[in-house]
């Protein structure tokens, strides 16, 4: 059963950061490429970061040198450090993976992280 469980969200201070975590029930993890999304309300869920297999990845401008998007095979998990936290960082976070071109319309319940003083 294809499952994603994130984790590691809370309530921070502005400045502050926080590390996310995303474990994934699938086999073959290392040939995804996986993402972490983030959805606040009124808005559409965005991208904030992508790792794809092998390594390689990419940020949304609005957290280029603050968030760092990391994985780990052997455990089936990613992590997002995310420093130097905003309050318009606030959301709820999401991972997703990707196999090829497709990406699964299946999501996670998701993290609640807010940013304020």
């Known amino acids: 059963q294809e499952q994603l469980v994130e984790s590691g969200g809370g309530l921070v201070q502005p400045g502050g950061s926080l590390r996310l975590s995303c474990t994934a029930s699938?086999?073959?993890?290392?040939?995804?490429?996986m993402a972490w999304y983030r959805q606040t309300p009124g808005k559409e869920r965005e991208l904030v970061a992508a790792i794809l297999s092998g390594g390689r990845t990419n940020y949304a401008d609005s957290v280029k040198g603050r968030f760092t998007i990391s994985r780990d095979d052997h455990k089936k998990t990613i992590y997002l450090q995310m420093n130097t936290l905003k309050p318009e960082d606030t959301g709820v976070y999401y991972c997703?993976?990707?196999?090829?071109?497709?990406?699964?319309?299946?999501w996670g319940q998701g993290t609640q992280v807010t940013v304020s003083s």
């Open positions: 699938v086999l073959h993890f290392s040939l995804y490429t």
């Open positions: 997703r993976k990707k196999y090829g071109s497709t990406w699964s319309e299946y």
